[in-house]
């Protein structure tokens, strides 16, 4: 049986604050308990200190069977989902994961996170490389 490696407890260095990987820092992580495994959203920032673009290529849970980022666009006065894929983030620009906007989201988790827990996520980029970040998750709805 995989173990689940969810984290409980305080804060670490890595959740508590800004993670970084060349001229890219990541920081504000947190996610909200989902009801089922189905799938969790996650939240967070990605800067790019640098003076050139960079683009994330992958995100990986060790939690979850798979991660996207999605977006939301307008079709037909309905909002939908869109894949995001290999997002380009521009020299000393951001890309921000908010509730109701571009979020995270993992699929297929192996055990249900619970306030209190924190998810693993690391994120490749082309040119900072990769860097892996703790989420902590919170009870849905509460503010980051």
Known sequence: ???????????????????????????????????????????????????GPDTLLTLTSSVAAGAMLHGQVQDGGMVRMVHLEAPLILARDSLVLSPGGTHLMLMTLEQLPKQGDSLPVTLTFARAGTVTVMLPVRAYGDAP
């Open 1 to 51: 049986m995989a173990a689940l490696l969810l984290l409980a407890g305080g804060c670490t260095a890595r959740d508590a604050g800004i993670v970084t990987s060349g001229d890219i820092q990541v920081h504000g992580g947190f996610a909200f308990a989902p009801p089922t495994t189905s799938e969790a959203a996650g939240y967070f920032t990605i800067v790019n200190r640098g003076a």
